[in-house]
């Protein structure tokens, strides 16, 4: 049974969900550590949002590691391959970057082990998801069975928790929750091919998503985007 003061890993890329998922970490009482990637992604300005949002939302740590996924590529995120302009379309899209998810997991859950914590929060949503099949419900319980079965704590009985508190949430509720927990969305960068200074393409398939978001919970978004 979780207590005020547990210990969680949250998974924080510097985007809309991840900030959110932070705020709901804190809100249920956790103290948290946060963990962000370098893993060679070109929208590499949302590290910073990372940072600016493990600051103000109080983390005990945040810990930037490198994981040269552009090596691998297969993905318009990490490789010479364009990104999309318009609306996600059927299937899993071109931004899908192979084995993601489960990658910063294992990281995180590395981390978690070794902070004695027992919780990894990510901002894992399948409502909203794009086609991407690492945000699933069926994958998270899939790697917290895994998770309890390949470390040290999880087999001498201090089991792992992955938490996805956005996994049903459409955009608009997302937003909805993190105003109520006074995320500052005007530091989150959701977009996936961002411009100098980190301004929002507004066309992505990741910005259509978010901006389609706050429309339909009756807010502006406050993030700085190129003219659209």
């Not at 084995?99 to 894992?124: H, M, P």
Request: glycine share 12%; with cysteine.
């Amino acid at each position: 049974m979780q207590s005020r003061g547990d210990l969680a890993v949250v998974l924080l890329s510097g985007g809309m969900d991840s900030a959110t998922v932070l705020a709901i970490a804190r809100e249920e009482g956790f103290s948290v550590c946060s963990l962000a990637f370098d893993y060679g992604q070109r929208h590499r300005f949302e590290l910073e949002l990372a940072a600016h949002q493990a600051r103000a939302q109080g983390a005990l740590r945040h810990m930037v590691l490198q994981v040269d996924l552009r090596a691998i590529g297969g993905s318009a995120l990490t490789d010479d391959l364009a990104v999309p302009k318009e609306a996600p379309g059927e299937g899993v899209p071109v931004t899908y970057v192979p084995a993601r998810n489960a990658v910063f997991l294992s990281l995180g859950l590395a981390w978690a082990e070794v902070l004695g914590a027992r919780a990894i929060f990510v901002g894992a949503n399948q409502v909203d998801y794009s086609g991407y099949p690492d945000c699933r419900g069926e994958f998270l319980r899939a790697f917290e069975a895994m998770a309890n079965l390949a470390t040290r704590a999880g087999t001498e009985g201090r089991p792992f928790q992955v938490r996805a508190p956005l996994l049903e949430l459409g955009k608009a509720d997302i937003i909805r929750r993190g105003l109520a927990l006074r995320v500052d969305y005007g530091k989150t960068l959701t977009c996936y091919d961002p411009g100098p200074g980190g301004l929002a393409c507004g066309q992505c398939p990741a910005c259509r998503l978010r901006l389609r978001g706050f429309a339909e919970a009756g807010v502006p978004d406050p993030a700085p985007y190129a003219a659209r």
